[in-house]
């Protein structure tokens, strides 16, 4: 069994979007890759935009983040990343049960049905692919509104109460072929604590609509703020397992990405796969005014327990770091957009970080450059 395999509304409850940044094109041009006005970066990836690519555990949909516009701050499902595809044998929805064990190992089926008369809205939360980076331009990385309930009531509706034992979640992941950049097996180890803390819920809807297959169709695990590796889809058991239990293959496998201490053999020793803070540039506007040009930065900023204040921007080689311009602190399930004016000093080769000013504020990724992106200006 263990070896198996967010801006507008961000909560039911959590206000308006944020209109922060001007884009140079509407969220609905869907035209040339080049665009008119836009810097693009350099020494990235090529990815293909918007499709999914191959099939199982090589598929891939990669969306485009230089379109974001604040019409855009939740994904439709069509453009909703993927990291991997529905198994080619996934079972029909209207056969799906949920199985869920006990403390002594004995299960009983849970009827999505049932899920579903309980379902209600659970607001708008990023979902990002622990391996996401500048081989795929970033755009493993989506919102989406949620509806779904929260997974220790769901115990709770069979006589469940987990106490001082583990919650295994476990999908459907059997494939056909194999792939090597992924293994198969979909499954992770909560403690109650977390659960609770981050309100994890068994996801039905996204966007107003069932999940789409590629999403988890019926039933996927959203556990907000945590990397999407932890967000188990299709999912078709729920079991309490010992503190001692061991960790999951998925949980070994992301162990690096999650930001591990090592490998941990027992699932106890894993802290929890949150997201740190970050942001990251988007994409480089670029406008005649008079004789020379203007640039604006329009970029993303996501992740953390609590808004972030304090983002700063820096064009290296330049040494300084100043206050992003336009920046208001939003949401962290979600995303906002944050743009700053630069006038660089002349021609050349530019390095664009962001960090976060607070030290009491955890920003591993961002602290080792892991976001930042380069531009080759010819003329300014």
């Known amino acids: 069994m263990l070896s198996r395999r967010a801006f507008l509304g ?8 944020t209109l922060l940044g001007v884009g140079a094109f509407t969220a609905d041009d869907d035209g040339a890759r080049e665009l008119p006005g836009i810097v693009p970066f350099v020494g990235e990836g090529d990815p ?3 499709e999914l690519t191959d099939s199982g555990l090589a598929a891939r949909r990669v969306l485009d983040l230089s379109r974001l516009t ?6 439709r499902n069509a453009r909703f990343f993927v990291r991997t595809g529905p198994p080619e044998r996934l079972p029909r929805a209207a056969d799906w049960r949920i199985w869920i064990r006990d403390r002594a190992g004995t299960a009983a089926a849970l009827p999505v049905d049932r899920l579903r008369a309980l379902a209600r809205p659970m607001g708008a939360h990023l979902l990002e692919c622990s391996g996401n980076g500048p081989h795929r ?16 009531e769901a115990l709770a509706l069979m006589g469940l109460a987990p106490g001082d034992h583990r919650v295994l979640v476990s999908g459907f992941d059997e494939h056909n072929a194999p792939d090597p950049r992924s293994l198969a097996g979909a499954s992770w180890v909560f403690s109650v604590r977390d659960l609770a803390a981050t309100g994890a819920f068994l996801a039905l809807g996204m966007n ?3 999940l789409p297959r590629e999403h988890g169709t019926p039933v996927r695990l959203i556990v907000p703020g945590w990397y999407a590796c932890a967000c188990i889809k299709w999912v078709d058991e729920i079991a309490l397992v010992p503190d001692d239990a061991p960790a999951t293959g998925q949980m070994r496998e992301f162990a690096r990405r999650t930001h591990q201490l090592g490998v941990p053999e027992l699932a106890r020793d894993y ?7 970050a942001a990251l540039p988007v994409r480089v506007e670029r406008r005649n005014v008079g004789t020379g040009q203007a640039f604006r930065v329009v970029g993303i900023v996501w ?3 609590r808004p972030v204040h304090g983002l700063t921007i820096r064009f290296a080689p330049d040494v300084g770091s100043v206050l992003v311009e336009d920046h208001q602190p939003a949401n962290p399930q979600t995303w906002s957009l944050w743009s700053h004016a630069w006038r660089p000093p002349q021609p050349g080769r530019y390095t664009i970080r962001l ?4 030290p009491g504020v955890r920003t591993r990724r961002l602290d080792r450059g892991f976001y930042d992106r380069t531009v080759e200006l010819e003329t300014i």
């Open 10 to 17: 961000a909560s039911a409850s959590s206000g308006t979007l």
């Open 48 to 50: 293909v935009f918007g």
């Open 70 to 75: 604040p019409d855009e701050l939740v994904t």
């Open 137 to 152: 331009r970033f755009g493993l990385l989506s919102a989406a509104r949620w509806t779904g309930v929260p997974v220790l």
């Open 208 to 210: 107003g609509v069932p």
């Open 271 to 277: 802290l929890p796969a949150r997201i740190d803070p």
């Open 303 to 305: 992740g953390g327990a």
């Open 355 to 358: 960090q976060v000013d607070d």
